[in-house]
């Protein structure tokens, strides 16, 4: 059975609404809902076009919303965080809700987990080999990828890795990606991160749930320095090239063949 669209009865002078429960606009003519890359249509239930990412998420049905759950879930943009791993979910879960007296303790991963999950960039985490860089002093654990569409926080299952540490540390480099402090180049079909530096890995140690060995009980200076050592970097990777948090509301995401990247209008 169809239901019918839901509609409002207004009184003089009230201003008809015009953004819909996810805050997009309106559509009063089409009866149909922007979600962003899809419309929406109220009556069925159901999208007008096929989810684009459909491929990583097999286990829905392609013209579903929000996992099928739009009681509890929203997905403004269409473009999500997604965990493919359970054991990361769950500490992403625990992490995220974690409270002391009220409080929650790990604000920082909390604001950044929102603005990577309201993004229209997909963020994707899961488990995979992470292959070492020639030249770096120790194996790597963790890394972002890129194949032109999606990012992918990639935790190696094979090392002892904890999504506390490693997972939360790759995404403050999303994070970074998100403020255009980083950008891929695509290299062989594999996103390559760019622009990478002191200031970027310094934030990743400092700001992870849990810390890396090597970094527990170091200040924001002695963590510099060490990073500074194990990435090897020479004294014109100190600092971020720009910040661009202000014109941020304005940026496009740019997929080429060989570029991922965002860009930023100048104002
Ligand atoms: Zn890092």
Same mark, same amino acid.
Request: glycine share 6%.
């Given at each position: 059975?169809?239901?019918?669209? $839901? ?10 609404? $015009?953004?819909?429960? +996810?805050?997009?606009?309106?559509? !009063?003519? !089409? ?14 239930? %159901? ?21 099928? *759950? ?23 879960? %625990? ?41 770096? &002093? ?6 972002? /990828? /890129?194949?032109?569409? *999606?990012?992918? +926080?990639?935790?190696?299952?094979? #090392? ?20 255009? #402090?980083?950008?891929? #180049?695509? +290299? ?5 991160? #760019? ?28 963590? %510099? ?25 304005? $940026?496009?995401?740019? %997929? &080429? ?11």
């Amino acid at each position: 059975m169809l239901t019918k669209a $839901r509609s409002f009865t207004l009184k003089d002078n009230v201003i008809f609404p $015009r953004q819909g429960f +996810i805050g997009k606009e309106l559509d !009063s003519e !089409s009866d149909l809902a922007d979600h962003g890359v899809r419309k929406y249509d109220y009556s069925t239930g %159901r999208f007008m076009a096929i989810d684009p990412l459909w491929e990583e998420y097999k286990a829905f049905n392609t013209y579903q919303y929000a996992a099928n *759950n739009p009681m509890i879930m929203i997905d403004p943009s269409g473009f999500t965080v997604t965990f493919t791993n359970s054991e990361h979910q769950s500490a992403h879960d %625990r992490i995220y809700n974690e409270q002391v007296d009220g409080v929650y303790v790990n604000q920082f991963y909390r604001d950044m987990y929102d603005k990577l999950n309201s993004s229209d960039v997909s963020y994707i985490v899961k488990a995979t080999t992470v292959e070492n860089i020639p030249g770096m &002093t120790e194996p790597r654990s963790g890394t972002i /990828t /890129t194949d032109g569409q *999606n990012i992918y +926080i990639d935790i190696d299952p094979n #090392q002892n890795t904890k999504y506390e540490r490693e997972g939360t540390h790759e995404m403050i480099h999303a994070l970074q990606f998100e403020r255009g #402090q980083e950008d891929f #180049q695509l +290299i062989n079909g594999k996103g390559v991160g #760019q622009r990478n530096c002191v200031d970027a890995e310094a934030e990743a140690y400092e700001h992870s749930v849990v810390r890396n060995s090597d970094y527990i009980g170091l200040n924001t200076q002695e963590i %510099r320095n060490k990073v500074r050592t194990q990435y090897r970097f020479n004294q014109n990777q100190e600092h971020f090239e720009d910040l661009r948090t202000d014109e941020v509301n304005q $940026r496009t995401v740019l %997929r &080429t063949p060989t570029f991922f990247g965002i860009l930023y209008p100048k104002p």
